[in-house]
Each structure stands twice: as C-alpha cells, then as structure tokens.
C-alpha cells in the first residue's frame, strides 16, 4: 500500500547537500524524479525515500554520509518545527518537542521512553508500510545526538545505538556517537544516558519559543482534524463498498452521520450549533435526520453516551 502524505522538505536540505560536494541535481537524476523536486515544498513519502537512498547511492560510506550531513546543517537554516527543540529549556524539552512536532513533517516518529539511568528513542514510520533507507534511519538518530550537543554546548555520548540495517563503517559511526553500535536489530534505536537530559539549553530561548510553540501547536491540531477527516471518509467510502458502488450522497449522509455523533461527544458544544456546523439551516431539521440515523433525539443519544463514558 503506497502513501500519499505531503512531506516538506526542509529549507536548508538542498544546501546542506551542496555544501558536501553533491549537486542536488545529480541526488535528483539519480533518483530519476524530475528536477522539479529540488525547488517543490513538499515530496510524497515515496519521493522522500528515493531522494534519501539517491543521495547515499552518491556518497562513498553510509557512516561518513549521516555525520556529514548531520553536522553540516546550520542552525540557521533550521525549520521552525527545529529551531523550536532548538530553543528548549533543556536535552529533554528539546527531545520531548521533537517527538511532538515530527509529526507535521512525516514520515518519521519517535517514540521516547525514560527508564531507570537510561533514555531510550525508537524511530518508526507514520501512515506507510515502508521502511525507510538506512541513510535517513542513520541521520535521523545521529541528528538527534547533535541537537543535545548543539543545545548544551557539550560532547555528549549515548550510551548504545541499533540498526536494523547495515550502516557502512561501523567504527566511524561509534566515534560520532561515543558507544557500541549493534547491527541487525529488531529495531532502530536510540539509547541516551538519562542525566544528560537533565542538561541545561545555552541556546534556551522563552521569547522565541512563546512565539512559535502556539502556532506550532495549532498547525498540528489542524493537521490532525483534517488527517480524521481524511481517515473517516476513507472508512466510510470502505463500509459503503460492501453494500455496491456508492454515490455522493451516500458518502456525504454517511459523512454527516459520523460527524453528529463526534460533534455530540463533545459536551461543549450546543446542539443547535451542531446542527449549523453540519449544515442544517434549522434544529428541526437536524432532528429529524438524527432520528432515522439512530432512532432517537440528539439530546437523548448525547445524554445516554456521555453517561456512559463516564461510568467507564
């Protein structure tokens, strides 16, 4: 199954890739996607994953390609998402932030988990199959390890690192990160010393992060409703398929169903204004649909539920 997600590419990206020695054309011509990509805000997954492995195919060593390109990138040519764990308090704001806004840019997820003297973070893949290539899974780790040197100013080293792939020369990537390096792991893991989290940011700002942390924030709430939606139709548009060929009325009744019933889960919003948000030019009318979805008055529906969830 192919994913359509939108990635953004960062800003920087290209001119990090340039910095190296490697003409963005050539990462392009070798992924054999058109040189339109290089000045194109946003890739889809497939696109991002060919441009990574084009860009290792064209670098002697995996290893030697995840450090460059991990401590190439300037600061300033940080996204905001970035430069917003940039600014953290300290290793485990940052870290924490991190994981919250990778998902406006995925397909990378971070999964941080915080136990006895260590820290652990695990890459995975958000809304496809794939895996992707062992060049993205490296600097996505190694970048992790920069950002906490970066913030604090100090040689951090992690304790332990795997990946499930080989990574090229394994003795160069354990000089970037400090600690022993496993190869041929169930999974692609991050393992920090937990007192380092603890570190101060020299480069903490609370201006700037007061700035960018609610717009930040309410770009992700946006993406989140608007990828529901997306998922909701996608069900719907599933289950109608069983019944014959749908039409758009079927998908948009059904469509407005599931939406009343999110909407009446919610105790704070009227029902009369349920009723406009899903187009109703009157309560009546709303009524009267809600009736024939569910036998019974929005009132009723709400107050049974909301009961419900409450007693569980």
Request: a negative charge.
């Amino acid at each position: 199954m192919k994913s359509h997600t939108r990635i953004k590419i960062p800003a920087g990206f290209w001119a990090g890739i340039h910095q190296l020695g490697i003409a963005p054309h050539d990462v392009v011509r070798k992924a054999r996607l058109p040189l339109t990509i290089i000045t194109s805000p946003f890739v889809t997954t497939d696109q991002y994953f060919k441009i990574w492995q084009a860009y290792s195919d064209l670098i002697d060593d995996t290893a030697e390609g995840i450090i460059k390109l991990a401590t190439v990138f300037e600061t300033a040519h940080y996204p905001p998402a970035v430069l917003a764990t940039y600014y953290a308090r300290d290793y485990r704001d940052a870290l924490k932030r991190m994981a919250r806004y990778k998902q406006l840019c995925p397909p990378e997820s971070l999964r941080i988990s915080e136990r006895g003297e260590y820290c652990t973070i695990e890459l995975d893949w958000l809304y496809t199959e794939q895996s992707g290539p062992p060049m993205l899974v490296g600097i996505t780790l190694a970048f992790l390890l920069e950002l906490g040197r970066r913030g604090t100013g100090q040689p951090l080293m992690a304790r332990f690192v795997e990946f499930t792939h080989s990574m090229g020369d394994i003795q160069t990537l354990e000089g970037f990160f400090g600690c022993d390096i496993r190869i041929g792991a169930n999974c692609n893991r991050l393992t920090l010393h937990r007192g380092d989290l603890d570190l101060p940011f020299v480069s903490y700002n609370e201006e700037l992060l007061e700035i960018l942390t609610p717009v930040l924030d309410k770009s992700l709430d946006e993406q989140q409703r608007s990828r529901s939606i997306t998922e909701m139709v996608t069900w719907i548009m599933k289950r109608s398929l069983t019944g014959g060929r749908p039409d758009i009325q079927t998908v948009a009744r059904e469509f407005r169903h599931e939406l009343a019933r999110e909407y009446l889960a919610d105790p704070s919003l009227d029902i009369k204004e349920i009723a406009f948000m899903l187009g109703y030019e009157d309560q009546n009318s709303f009524y009267r649909a809600f009736r024939i979805w569910e036998g019974d008055t929005p009132l009723n529906w709400r107050t049974e539920h909301l009961d419900t969830n409450s007693i569980n």
